[in-house]
């Protein structure tokens, strides 16, 4: 039984930070790559931010300097720091789990946190 469990989103003005955590359980999470996407209304889902199962962290250009991924294996936690939100923000979010190899495709995902950026 694979969860993810996504919290922390909100409402929160332009400027303004906010965290979003993810709690996993059902997977053997230190092999993971964990992932953060984001949907707005009528559009298609799209990558904000990627940490491997080693660490290393990936971006797309719109928040680079602004969100930061994290994760903590002890924990099988995984955070996306945002600050500096902008109305085009707004979205709903979602976390993701990839383990992906010649033998196996295993993706799973979260319900999603709503975030809303307005004054």
């Known amino acids: 039984q694979v969860q993810l469990v996504e919290s922390?989103?909100?409402?929160?003005?332009?400027?303004?930070?906010?965290?979003?955590?993810?709690?996993?359980?059902?997977?053997?999470?230190?092999?993971?790559?964990?992932?953060?996407?984001?949907?707005a209304p009528g559009k298609q889902r799209d990558l904000v931010a990627v940490i491997t199962s080693g660490g290393s962290t990936n971006y797309v250009n719109?928040?680079?300097?602004?969100?930061?991924?994290?994760?903590?294996?002890a924990k099988n936690m995984v955070y996306l720091q945002m600050?500096?939100?902008?109305?085009?923000?707004?979205?709903?979010?979602?976390?993701?789990?990839?383990?992906?190899?010649t033998l196996l495709d295993r993706n799973y995902w979260g319900q999603g946190t709503q975030v809303t950026v307005s004054s």
């Open 62 to 73: 719109f928040v680079k300097g602004r969100f930061t991924i994290s994760r903590d294996n």
């Open 83 to 101: 600050n500096s939100l902008r109305p085009e923000d707004t979205a709903v979010y979602y976390c993701n789990a990839a383990f992906k190899t």
């Open 8 to 39: 922390g989103g909100g409402l929160v003005q332009p400027g303004g930070s906010l965290r979003l955590s993810c709690a996993a359980s059902g997977i053997m999470f230190r092999l993971y790559d964990m992932g953060w996407y984001r949907q």
